[in-house]
């Protein structure tokens, strides 16, 4: 088994405790993504909801036959999606992200243009120029957070953070 270790630098904010509902779907399984968040509360529901359900009782065999023929039947509306999804994540300019552990995951919210991503054995040399937020930063993150339905960290107001993530 391999070791994932990573230090996220952003500018946003970062919650320590709660609104995990951010990032984990309505059974608590991480992986939501915030654009079916987004989407949803548009009216537009991710094609892929509901269809691994209903073949839970199938063997690997027929799951994989099932869901190559859904897929075949579905592929522009699924097209479609992912149009809608690369649409909304220019819109916004901004990501969801998750820091501590896979087992213990905690949610941060930045503006996409400020996240620096260093893995283990790969350090990330960072220009002064890179640490400076910009004015329309925080307009772009007020947004986000609004979009996504949840309150700001408490007491917190946005601003550089660094924090880790390490799943093995």
């Given at each position: 088994m391999s070791m994932a270790t990573e230090a996220v630098l952003f500018w946003g904010y970062c919650w320590a405790e709660g609104c995990r509902e951010l990032i984990t779907d309505s059974d608590g399984n991480a992986g939501r993504a915030w654009e079916v968040f987004v989407l949803r509360g548009r009216g537009l529901v991710d094609p892929w909801e509901g269809v691994l359900s209903e073949i839970v009782a199938y063997s690997i065999e027929e799951a994989r036959e099932a869901l190559d023929d859904w897929e075949e039947l579905h592929?522009?509306?699924?097209?479609?999606?992912?149009?809608?999804?690369?649409?909304?994540?220019?819109?916004?300019?901004?990501?969801?992200?998750?820091?501590?552990?896979?087992?213990?995951?905690?949610?941060?919210?930045?503006?996409?243009?400020?996240?620096?991503?260093?893995?283990?054995?790969?350090?990330?040399?960072?220009?002064?120029?890179?640490?400076?937020?910009?004015?329309?930063?925080?307009?772009?993150?007020?947004?986000?957070?609004?979009?996504?339905?949840?309150?700001?960290?408490?007491?917190?107001?946005p601003g550089w953070w660094l924090v880790s993530w390490w799943s093995g």
């Amino acid at each position: 088994m391999s070791m994932a270790t990573e230090a996220v630098l952003f500018w946003g904010y970062c919650w320590a405790e709660g609104c995990r509902e951010l990032i984990t779907d309505s059974d608590g399984n991480a992986g939501r993504a915030w654009e079916v968040f987004v989407l949803r509360g548009r009216g537009l529901v991710d094609p892929w909801e509901g269809v691994l359900s209903e073949i839970v009782a199938y063997s690997i065999e027929e799951a994989r036959e099932a869901l190559d023929d859904w897929e075949e039947l579905h592929l522009t509306e699924l097209e479609a999606y992912e149009s809608a999804v690369e649409a909304v994540q220019a819109e916004f300019a901004c990501e969801l992200g998750r820091h501590c552990t896979r087992e213990w995951q905690m949610p941060y919210a930045a503006v996409t243009a400020s996240v620096q991503r260093a893995h283990r054995g790969y350090p990330l040399a960072l220009a002064s120029e890179l640490l400076v937020a910009k004015s329309e930063w925080g307009p772009l993150l007020e947004r986000f957070v609004r979009a996504l339905g949840v309150d700001t960290p408490a007491g917190q107001v946005p601003g550089w953070w660094l924090v880790s993530w390490w799943s093995g």
